[in-house]
């Protein structure tokens, strides 16, 4: 998903019901979420081209592997080709056809191709933009250093720019400004205005419709682009962005509105090698997908071995816990960034009696603006005690005929609330934090919401909690605009994802400000907006970057990445702040990018940071090196400090205090003028708590200077013997039937699936999806290899010797695989009937007969030939009559 507006408000979690003793699981609406997985990447044996592949011989390999497609009876709608960073193809086809075509020589690998959400604008608020720029240093690269990253070309691949705004050069709202341009001068659209990929809505559209002009209509890419180099009059209300003087090339993946496919987005990533970029920056992501393999980020890896820097968002599903981070940003070689919250904004304001004091906030997306006067008595619908508070689940509301209703948020969605109160009556709603900070909400939905809404932060929501106990309240509507210091300015925001990598990479690897940021958007939406996500910090790091790369050219990107993260500065635990601890380094990287301090730096330090692994293979013993190119001599005194370790449920992590041992060889470093000094380090993870991801900082702090920083992060124990398959509250993993589905593709239901959950088997006719097996699978962690084998069933219903022999039962098997994306989530894989037979696997249907299908996955690390490392489910007989 593209990573703006994450905080925009909170949604269903799916439904579970019963007819008799099958149990309904949907997609929508209730306690089981379907995550359809869709089309598939398919990855050929051959090194793409910026790894020694030969063009020629590369498009022979995909005909060898079309034909063998042919051949195996493998259906397959081929998308995209891709033969530049990475070679293979992406593909529309049935679980079933992918499980042959697996038979081919030619395959290295299979991924699903995630569907990548779009954002809703929140111009709520207006923070200047000149605050976050002072919150990386990015003011004084500019106004002290002179940069302005001229002569750099950073790529935006998003949904486009708006090239007509004045603020990239453009002539203004009435058109007339060609692409391309002279800050534009490079891009295209590879989907067309009415693409949308996102099954669900109504105006779902997947057939793009490519042309050469990006120019935007959804808005999220404009307002990146502002961050990275938007060059406005910021005295009359224009942006001005981290490298105003940059090109800028925009690889338009999103239309209007919706989602678009990583396979689209490793379509741009070509191209913008193909253009010369310096820079590429990427605002969006496929949340979950933490495998460094997946496609879109080990394509950006062959970029940055090309000599490009990609920048890209770590993702917002911070809510949803650890192992969250997405691709591209976990990609090896990639700067994945984390979000901050930015230090104040202005917003507008209603006061409240009896001293009339301003209340500011924000108003909610999807409901009426508030109005500029007229007052309204204010009532409340709980406690700032009440978790539930105006939830449907809680019963009916007293009468609001009349009123401004005070809310608590949580545990319901911002819509439900708002319906709710506005069915009692209420006039107005006003939400109020459950936790420290500002919130951008959304009510949007059906019914639609009639009455305004707005949030305001929980220190204010307590405040008026109190005075409405106290007595009669009034709330006056003004248009007084108030400027807010925001109470989790400069901490981590609550919406930024949590790493690490499956593999056990630290990421993301440092952050920078995305928490309400104004920025650039299309003159036709008003030329100005705020959003949120870490697809607003990403972009101040890839404007960083290029002002980085005009400063000091001779830079690798390697290099680069150390130097940024040598410098950042961590930050306090967001949820106690002030109180020593440290935000946990999985979450923050490095901490908050301090460009200024990074170009201006005469050392540096490799590697930028440590990945120690598990702890199961003790402590870990390294070496970091400091480069010193200035004319003195340099002591460091050496030390470390802690951060906070998470552990528990992935979904639901608990938080524990830190605990490693540090000790290097020496207390001391000096590090002569002009040349460098390495030191040794042994880290030793703490005891507990059993798969914590712990991590902390290496301090080498001079007697007059700047103090270089090393992250470092690790797992407590033994990463196999996590357990990766768990019933999700169902009983998963479990044998189901289709029982309705709005669209298939091939075998797989990607839209609105509803499954009969058969815990005592069942008999299929196989003659159609929806007379089909399928096995629904949670994974509470990240799996290197899931297969599904076909068995005969003995007659006490387990399973007997492999159908088709050892070698020729396999009908499903996929690679890389992120954890399910919500303690409810499940991939439902369809079995229609039919094995792989012969040495090329040619497919035929299987006899009548009963049948068990073994899940198998190997765990992350994992040696597929050590029992420990791999887990096993047998389904119920499937009994196969097609009568």
């Not at 712990?694 to 470092?712: A, C, I, N, S």
């Amino acid at each position: 998903m593209p990573f703006g507006a994450a905080s925009a408000g909170e949604t269903d979690n799916g439904f579970l019901g019963s007819a008799s003793d099958l149990a309904e699981v949907t997609a929508s609406g209730g306690e089981l979420v379907h995550e359809p997985s869709g089309s598939w990447f398919i990855e050929l044996t051959e090194e793409p081209a910026v790894r020694g592949g030969q063009r020629a011989q590369l498009r022979q390999q995909r005909a060898r592997l079309l034909a063998d497609a042919a051949e195996l009876d493998a259906d397959v709608d081929v998308r995209y080709t891709y033969d530049r960073l990475w070679n293979g193809i992406s593909v529309d086809a049935s679980e079933a056809d992918i499980a042959r075509i697996r038979g081919s020589r030619e395959v290295a690998a299979v991924y699903p191709v995630a569907t990548v959400q779009a954002p809703e604008p929140q111009d709520t608020v207006s923070p200047a933009m000149e605050s976050a720029l002072g919150m990386t240093g990015a003011d004084v690269a500019q106004s002290e250093l002179g940069l302005d990253g001229a002569g750099l070309r950073v790529a935006v691949i998003d949904s486009g720019i708006d090239y007509d705004h004045p603020d990239f050069g453009g002539s203004g709202i009435d058109g007339g400004t060609d692409f391309p341009t002279g800050r534009v001068p490079y891009g295209y659209d590879f989907v067309g205005d009415a693409y949308n990929a996102d099954s669900s809505s109504p105006a779902y559209n997947p057939v793009p419709a490519p042309d050469d002009d990006p120019d935007d209509c959804g808005g999220h890419g404009t307002h990146v682009a502002g961050i990275v180099g938007a060059d406005g009059d910021t005295t009359a209300g224009g942006v001005r962005g981290v490298a105003p003087a940059a090109e800028l090339g925009a690889y338009r993946v999103f239309g209007c509105d919706g989602s678009t496919t990583a396979d689209i987005i490793l379509a741009a990533l070509e191209m913008a090698h193909a253009d010369g970029m310096d820079v590429v920056n990427m605002s969006l992501g496929a949340g979950f997908a933490t495998w460094p393999q997946y496609p879109t980020a080990a394509a950006s890896d062959a970029l940055v071995d090309e000599g490009v820097v990609v920048v890209a968002s770590i993702g917002n599903s911070g809510a949803s816990g650890t192992w969250s981070a997405g691709a591209p940003g976990v990609g090896e070689k990639v700067i994945g960034v984390a979000s901050f919250d930015n230090v104040r904004y202005d917003a507008r304001a209603f006061t409240a009696s009896p001293d009339d004091r301003p209340f500011p906030y924000s108003p909610a997306t999807g409901a009426p603006e508030p109005p500029a006067d007229g007052s309204l008595p204010m009532s409340r619908t709980g406690t700032t005690d009440s978790p539930t508070d105006a939830c449907t689940a809680e019963g009916p509301l007293p009468d609001l005929t009349g009123t401004a209703a005070l809310i608590r948020r949580g545990e319901c969605p911002f819509h439900e609330k708002a319906v709710n109160a506005q069915n009692a009556g209420a006039e107005a709603v006003v939400l109020y934090n459950n936790v420290p900070g500002s919130f951008a909400p959304t009510v949007a939905g059906e019914p639609a919401v009639t009455i305004p809404v707005v949030a305001v932060s929980q220190a204010d929501g307590h405040e008026l909690d109190a005075r409405i106990a106290a007595g009669d309240t009034t709330l006056t509507w003004t248009e007084e605009t108030v400027t807010v210091e925001n109470p989790t300015g400069g901490l981590i925001s609550s919406f930024s994802s949590y790493g690490m990598t499956a593999e056990l990479d630290l990421k993301p690897d440092l952050g920078a400000p995305g928490g309400l940021i104004r920025s650039t958007y299309p003159l036709e939406e008003g030329g100005y907006g705020l959003l949120s996500g870490t697809s607003m910090s990403s972009p101040h790091v890839a404007g960083a970057v290029a002002l980085l790369l005009q400063a000091r050219p001779d830079l690798e990107p390697g290099q680069v990445r150390d130097l940024l993260q040598n410098h950042a500065v961590p930050a306090d635990w967001s949820l106690i702040p002030d109180s020593g601890y440290i935000e946990p380094v999985h979450r923050q990287g490095a901490g908050m990018l301090a460009i200024d301090t990074a170009i201006l730096a005469d050392t540096s330090l490799t590697p930028g940071k440590l990945s120690l692994g598990e702890s199961e293979n003790g402590p870990v013993t390294t070496s970091v090196t400091v480069r010193n190119d200035g004319d003195a001599d340099v002591v460091y005194e050496l030390s470390h400090v802690d951060a906070i370790t998470t552990a528990d449920e992935p979904n639901d992590p608990g938080f524990y205090l830190g605990g490693a041992s540090v000790e290097f060889a020496v207390e001391s470093l000096t590090v002569p003028a002009g040349g460098e000094a390495a030191v040794e380090v042994t880290i030793t993870a703490p005891d507990g708590p059993e798969f914590g991801q712990y991590g902390g900082y290496l301090l080498l702090t001079p007697e007059d200077g700047d103090t270089l920083r090393v992250p470092f992060a690790g797992l407590v124990g033994d990463y196999q013997s996590l357990t990766v398959l768990t019933g999700a509250g169902a009983g998963l993993p479990a044998l189901a039937a289709v029982t309705q589905c709005d669209r298939f593709v091939g075998n797989d239901c990607t839209m609105n699936g509803v499954f009969g959950l058969l815990p005592d088997g069942a008999s299929f006719g196989m003659s159609g999806p929806d007379d089909m097996p399928a096995i629904l699978v949670h994974r509470e962690y990240p799996v290197e290899k899931l297969t599904l084998e076909l068995f005969k069933a003995r007659k006490d219903g387990s399973a007997g010797a492999p159908f088709g022999g050892k070698n020729n039962n396999t009908v499903l098997e996929l690679d890389y695989l992120g954890r399910s994306g919500t303690a409810t989530g499940f991939n439902a894989y369809v079995w229609d009937g039919t094995r792989s037979v012969g040495r090329r696997g040619v497919s035929l249907n299987v006899p009548d007969g009963d049948y068990v299908l073994r899940l198998t996955v190997v765990k992350p690390l994992g040696d597929p030939e050590n029992p420990d490392h791999v887990e096993t489910w047998d389904s119920p007989v499937i009994t196969v009559d097609r009568g």
